[in-house]
T-cell receptor, first 116, second 113 residues
Framework: DADVTQTPRNRITKTGKRIMLECSQT?????MYWYRQDPGLGLQLIYY???????NKGEISDGYSVSRQAQAKFSLSLESAIPNQTALYFC???????????????FGPGTRLTVL | QQQVKQSPQSLIVQKGGIPIINCAYE??????FPWYQQFPGKGPALLIA?????SEKKEGRFTISFNKSAKQFSLHIMDSQPGDSATYFC????????????FGTGTSLTVIP
């Protein structure tokens, strides 16, 4: 969806390198998410943010960090990349649901990261 | 620990067939159940969603069936077409507190012409 963009789309790096994946959205949503997708494991939540000052760990946050630079920007960093972090990474955004909770998430096109 | 269990992992049907994908959950706090469709090279996109106050929801050829007592929900694709070939993910989450969805592991659907 063009409303959620991710850069880069593909990245190959070496073990031990620091990597940053960036996400921008024009949907005006407060909530942003980073997921990792591996074959057979579906989508696993890494971190999520409900606003600029609210950042929360997801299911698999170890080895990752995030920064919410603005309402529209949410970056994911791998401080020291390792081969088992090779995966497809998705950013998503959502509005707040009608009861304050879950609502539709809109995904970016993904970043394919390979760690050699 | 998988919060949402999805089956089958892959499915092949003939054009016009009715593929069925099943999901199960344990957390009774979950009360929002979306299905996402993902084509190769793209991010997942919302297909259809259901809340537990109804047992069935239809949108075009896509139907969700929901069984609250069994904590199960299913996606049915009527008159399936080759263009429906994609990976389908179910998800579940609470509407009241926070916004963390839990996704199933995905089903790769192939519709043969």
């Amino acid at each position: 969806d063009a409303d959620v963009t991710q850069t880069p789309r593909n990245r190959i790096t070496k073990t031990g390198k620091r990597i940053m994946l960036e996400c921008s959205q024009t949907k005006g949503h407060d909530r942003m998410y980073w997921y990792r997708q591996d074959p057979g494991l579906g989508l696993q939540l890494i971190y999520y943010s409900f606003d600029v000052k609210d950042i929360n760990k997801g299911e698999i946050s170890d080895g990752y960090s995030v920064s919410r630079q603005a309402q529209a920007k949410f970056s994911l960093s791998l401080e020291s990349a390792i081969p088992n972090q090779t995966a497809l990474y998705f950013c998503a955004t959502s509005d707040k649901g009608d009861r304050g909770g879950a609502d539709t998430q809109y995904f970016g096109p993904g970043t394919r990261l390979t760690v050699l | 620990q998988q919060q949402v269990k999805q089956s089958p992992q892959s499915l092949i049907v003939q054009k016009g067939g009715i593929p069925i994908i099943n999901c199960a959950y344990e957390n009774t706090a979950f009360d929002y159940f979306p299905w996402y469709q993902q084509f190769p090279g793209k991010g997942p996109a919302l297909l259809i969603a259901i809340r537990p106050d109804v047992s069935e929801k239809k949108e075009g050829r896509f139907t969700i069936s929901f069984n609250k007592s069994a904590k199960q929900f299913s996606l049915h694709i009527m008159d399936s077409q080759p263009g429906d070939s994609a990976t389908y993910f179910c998800a579940a989450g609470p509407r009241d507190t926070g916004n963390q969805f839990y996704f199933g592991t995905g089903t790769s659907l192939t519709v043969i012409p």
